[in-house]
């Protein structure tokens, strides 16, 4: 069982990778080095999200519609070339804007479009085989897994990236996506073989059966259930605070502290290695301490490292900088794997794919929003203030404002009420009354 955890770990870390050189690398050098927007880089950055709602369909059909006796494995396949396509296809984005705008654009779209596609394709299908291959007691341990991988990949991608690429050309920023792609590819293809051993199109013994639940029938359930809309809106306003940011650390490193792009490619690194460490200190606390406890821990650690990131930039300190990156870091790690954990909480078993559709659809939403908004504020208040920095500080500000939303509202997060509402027969005849 181990090796199949490691496999799918690897999977998910290979697509995972892909989009390190994207949000850490080719934002900082269309922003800060080529002088772009930040609403143009959001603009293309929130395309992939923009295609989320395809996953529940992707699920749904490859339930019904195996490859060659596979149900999982041609998908994840097709998902991973399209992201390793993205990728090494999203440099020429930057040079052919200098040149041609608007055969940069298209470029853009496809680059971009082509990760989106990919990363909804596989991704679907390679947690749903997580799922399969793990069984219900096993899922912990195999989601557990995944992500410490995958965050051990991103710290050496970041550090490889740093290295490939110390200052903007072209040539550089080319060769360091395409050996990123290359990387990813060999990855993913060690992760698939001999992973999905069933030839048959039947669902194995173990293999629960999947729900497929419309657009309709997940807002309804979070509508008329208080604490399911209370979540809802607790997890976006928290993944969009701290998945918002992951555009804009790099640029404003460089125009805050002059740092250089080998520098900026780090920062991803060093957070990630506090998030891997942030992991390591949840696992210890899981079961002694409580779920929401350990959640408001990671979430005011993340609000403390974007207030002292905010104050770097005024008082000028790279120091106070690399402190309030560490906090984000590990805030993010300790607040995902408590959230993950009570996300799970709140779930029926007759429902469970009615509800992680209603979270993993407010993440999708979170990214979006987090992303636009990053973008599009940052430019506004520079413009406004006539102040580069400015921009930046503002959505940072922004972003540690929804977070401390988020602190407050999670104390009225009670998962016992949820249960019991949930399991009401007049709360679910309501429910689908309403999705009809």
Same mark, same amino acid.
């Given at each position: 069982?181990?090796?199949?955890?490691? !496999?799918?770990?690897?999977?998910?870390?290979?697509?995972?990778?892909?989009?390190?050189?994207?949000?850490?690398?080719?934002?900082?050098?269309?922003?800060?080095?080529?002088? +772009?927007?930040?609403?143009?880089?959001?603009?293309?950055?929130?395309?992939?999200?923009?295609?989320? *709602?395809?996953?529940?369909?992707?699920?749904?059909?490859?339930?019904?519609?195996? &490859?060659?006796g596979y149900r999982r494995t041609p998908y994840i396949f097709v998902g991973l070339l399209l992201c390793v396509i993205g990728v090494a296809v999203a440099p020429q984005v930057a040079v052919l804007l200098t040149e041609n705008f608007n055969l940069g654009i298209v470029v853009g779209l496809l680059a971009f479009g082509a990760w989106g596609m990919?990363?909804?394709?596989?991704?679907?299908?390679?947690?749903?085989?997580?799922?399969?291959?793990?069984? !219900?007691?096993?899922?912990?341990?195999?989601?557990?897994?995944?992500?410490?991988?995958?965050?051990?990949?991103? &710290?050496?991608?970041?550090?490889?990236?740093?290295?490939?690429? *110390?200052?903007?050309?072209?040539?550089?920023?080319?060769?360091? +996506?395409?050996?990123?792609?290359?990387?990813?590819?060999?990855?993913?293809?060690?992760?698939?073989?001999?992973?999905?051993?069933?030839?048959?199109?039947?669902?194995?013994?173990?293999?629960?059966?999947?729900?497929?639940y419309s657009i309709k029938e997940i807002v309804s359930a979070i509508k008329e259930n208080r604490v399911a809309k209370i979540f809802f809106i607790y997890l976006l306003l928290l993944l969009a605070a701290i998945l918002g940011q992951d555009v804009l650390l790099e640029p404003?490193?460089?125009?805050?502290?002059?740092?250089?792009?080998? !520098?900026?490619?780090?920062?991803?690194?060093?957070?990630?290695?506090?998030?891997?460490?942030?992991?390591?200190?949840?696992?210890?606390?899981?079961?002694?301490?409580?779920?929401?406890?350990?959640?408001?821990?990671?979430?005011?650690?993340?609000?403390?490292?974007?207030?002292?990131?905010?104050?770097?930039?005024?008082?000028?300190?790279?120091?106070?900088?690399?402190?309030?990156?560490?906090?984000?870091?590990?805030?993010?790690?300790?607040?995902?794997?408590?959230? %993950?954990?009570?996300?799970?909480?709140?779930?029926?078993?007759?429902?469970?794919? %009615?509800?992680?559709?209603?979270?993993?659809?407010?993440?999708?939403?979170?990214?979006?929003?987090?992303? %636009?908004?990053?973008?599009?504020?940052?430019?506004?208040?520079?413009?406004?203030?006539?102040?580069?920095?400015?921009?930046?500080?503002?959505?940072?500000?922004?972003?540690?404002?929804?977070?401390?939303?988020?602190?407050?509202?999670?104390?009225?997060?009670?998962?016992?009420?949820?249960?019991?509402?949930?399991?009401?027969?007049?709360?679910?005849?309501?429910?689908?009354?309403?999705?009809?």
């Amino acid at each position: 069982m181990f090796l199949k955890r490691f !496999q799918l770990a690897l999977i998910h870390t290979a697509v995972a990778i892909t989009l390190v050189p994207i949000n850490s690398t080719l934002n900082r050098v269309m922003i800060f080095d080529l002088g +772009f927007s930040k609403t143009l880089f959001t603009l293309l950055a929130i395309l992939p999200y923009l295609l989320a *709602p395809i996953q529940v369909a992707i699920g749904s059909f490859s339930d019904r519609n195996p &490859i060659f006796g596979y149900r999982r494995t041609p998908y994840i396949f097709v998902g991973l070339l399209l992201c390793v396509i993205g990728v090494a296809v999203a440099p020429q984005v930057a040079v052919l804007l200098t040149e041609n705008f608007n055969l940069g654009i298209v470029v853009g779209l496809l680059a971009f479009g082509a990760w989106g596609m990919g990363y909804n394709l596989s991704a679907v299908s390679y947690f749903s085989l997580a799922t399969e291959v793990s069984g !219900q007691k096993g899922r912990g341990a195999t989601i557990a897994t995944m992500f410490f991988v995958m965050v051990i990949g991103l &710290i050496a991608t970041g550090i490889t990236l740093s290295r490939l690429v *110390p200052t903007y050309t072209p040539e550089a920023l080319t060769r360091a +996506f395409l050996l990123v792609a290359a990387s990813a590819l060999t990855l993913g293809l060690l992760g698939l073989f001999k992973l999905e051993s069933s030839r048959s199109a039947d669902l194995s013994p173990h293999t629960e059966p999947h729900s497929s639940y419309s657009i309709k029938e997940i807002v309804s359930a979070i509508k008329e259930n208080r604490v399911a809309k209370i979540f809802f809106i607790y997890l976006l306003l928290l993944l969009a605070a701290i998945l918002g940011q992951d555009v804009l650390l790099e640029p404003f490193g460089a125009q805050a502290f002059g740092m250089t792009l080998e !520098q900026t490619s780090r920062i991803v690194s060093i957070s990630s290695t506090f998030t891997l460490v942030a992991f390591i200190v949840a696992g210890f606390m899981e079961g002694r301490v409580n779920k929401k406890v350990i959640a408001q821990i990671g979430n005011l650690g993340a609000l403390a490292g974007f207030v002292i990131v905010i104050a770097s930039g005024l008082m000028a300190s790279l120091s106070l900088f690399y402190i309030g990156i560490t906090l984000l870091g590990f805030g993010t790690g300790i607040s995902t794997v408590a959230n %993950l954990a009570l996300m799970f909480e709140l779930t029926v078993p007759e429902k469970v794919g %009615l509800y992680i559709g209603a979270w993993g659809f407010s993440n999708g939403l979170s990214r979006l929003t987090g992303l %636009l908004m990053a973008g599009v504020v940052a430019d506004v208040a520079t413009r406004v203030t006539g102040h580069e920095l400015s921009g930046y500080l503002v959505v940072f500000g922004i972003e540690a404002a929804m977070l401390l939303v988020a602190a407050i509202m999670l104390s009225r997060i009670d998962v016992g009420a949820f249960k019991k509402q949930a399991h009401d027969p007049a709360f679910v005849d309501k429910v689908a009354v309403v999705a009809e």
